[in-house]
């Protein structure tokens, strides 16, 4: 497991992840991280969130996992 799974899984196991609101071309979620409360948006099909990490973070990538459907047919 990676270390950004790792982060993922404790986001969730924690239950430090709220989402507010989620249609299919948006959400507004709140986490709870390690070093601080960072609000996680979809909005126009981009994803963001004010944490200073430079790629994808722990905490959009577990409000994605909690929110984006997943295709039951992918491989």
């Not at 709220?18 to 601080?36: K, N, Q, Y």
């Not at 409360?37 to 969130?49: E, K």
């Amino acid at each position: 497991m990676t270390d950004l799974e790792s982060k993922v899984a404790r986001l969730l196991a924690d239950g430090r992840v709220f989402v507010r609101w989620s249609t299919p071309e948006m959400v507004a979620a709140v986490v709870r991280g390690d070093s601080g409360i960072w609000d996680v948006r979809l909005d126009n099909g981009r994803w963001s969130c004010p944490c200073p990490a430079r790629v994808t973070c722990s905490h959009m990538t577990a409000v994605m996992r909690v929110t984006v459907p997943t295709n039951e047919g992918a491989t």
